[in-house]
């Protein structure tokens, strides 16, 4: 059988997805196999594990079909008539848990598959019955049903291994909607450290940039000996890289600053770029030789920087030949 799939000759490598690759199974076996003596355990213990598999599927169609019946009500109750956008978040939140339910539905269709091949004639037969579609749903009535609750009837799902008893079921409805609380709490603890690590993140990044512009202004005076237009040529170099890293914070400031005021957030750097929020960004054409006049500094912004004149550079130049 290996040597008859191509995807596993030995010394090739084949770009397969894992979940297709056959694993060879004892019930994947032909029959003249599957009846030796030796394989007599092998099948006995797939066919527990199947028999498992398809009781847990079971289980997680109905913990995820309680929490669907619960979202329904939650939004009949709270969501309705409260616009597009919360509606929508629920429905999103329902095809979510819907696809949930069908993965587990093929899960327990593959496991009863392999245990009609194992076990023909098992006793699973009287409680693990062919699973279709219309069998979905529960635990109460959908919400179009109009059947009253003298002919209501329950899918067979519900009546797998032990008898309705509402202390039960409302028991167990408490436990799954415990799990999903406690995962919806978690998600909403994480949403509330990214919001204050968003923020920080954007503090630090201004911090640096701030640093880096200090940094700068304090090595244009680090060099003393040389030529006088060298020294001037350096010390407009590290101006102009200040002048770059404070206006990449002002920049960062006018893009964030007016996201942070619309919901209500007011950092405490915010008094530090108090034209920020008022300024808009023009893109020009991103042309080679054109420049965004976004990006030239404007003349409050530009540090002053000294530079000898033309007679001065002369006069020094004169005074070296001499």
């Known amino acids: 059988m ?8 030995e010394g090739h490598i084949h770009l397969q997805d894992v979940t297709t690759i056959p694993l060879y199974l ?8 599957r009846n030796q003596a030796d394989m007599k355990p092998i099948c006995e213990k797939e066919r527990r594990l199947r028999e498992a598999l398809a009781d847990d599927a079971l289980n997680e169609i109905r913990k995820h079909r309680r929490v669907i019946q619960g979202l329904w009500q939650f939004k009949k109750i709270n969501i309705s008539g409260t616009g597009n956008r919360p509606n929508t978040r629920m429905l999103t939140l329902y095809t979510r848990i819907q696809e949930k339910v069908n993965r587990c539905a093929e899960r327990y269709r593959r496991a009863r598959k392999a245990l009609a091949v194992l076990d023909p004639d098992g006793e699973w037969h009287s409680r693990l ?17 109009k059947t009253t609750n003298r002919r209501f009837e329950p899918s067979w799902i519900w009546l797998v291994t032990r008898s309705i ?15 999903e609380w406690a995962k919806a709490r978690a998600r909403k603890m994480r949403w509330n450290e990214e919001y204050q690590l968003i923020q920080e993140e954007m503090r630090r990044v201004l911090t640096y940039l701030e640093f880096k512009a200090v940094e700068w202004e304090e ?13 001037h040529g350096v010390s407009a170099y590290a101006h102009k890289q200040a002048h770059i890293a404070r206006r990449m914070a002002t920049r960062c400031a ?24 008022f300024t808009t960004r023009q893109r020009g054409p991103k042309n080679s030789d054109d420049k965004e006049e ?29």
């Open 2 to 9: 290996i040597a008859a799939n191509s995807a596993l000759d």
């Open 26 to 33: 004892p019930s994947s076996f032909p029959d003249h196999i």
């Open 129 to 145: 019955r062919e699973l279709k579609s219309e069998d979905i749903w529960g635990p109460g009535k959908e919400p179009n049903e």
């Open 165 to 179: 008893d509402s202390e039960d079921d409302e028991a167990e409805f408490n436990e799954s909607m415990r799990v």
């Open 219 to 231: 090595r244009a005076n680090g060099r003393t000996h040389g030529h006088p237009s060298i020294l």
């Open 254 to 277: 006018t893009d964030w600053l007016p996201e942070l005021t619309k919901h209500g957030i007011a950092p405490p750097w915010a008094s530090q770029y108090p034209t920020a929020p």
């Open 294 to 322: 976004s990006d030239l500094p404007s003349e409050e912004q530009v540090d002053v920087v000294e530079v000898p004149s033309d007679e001065e550079d002369s006069d020094e130049e004169e005074e070296d030949f001499d």
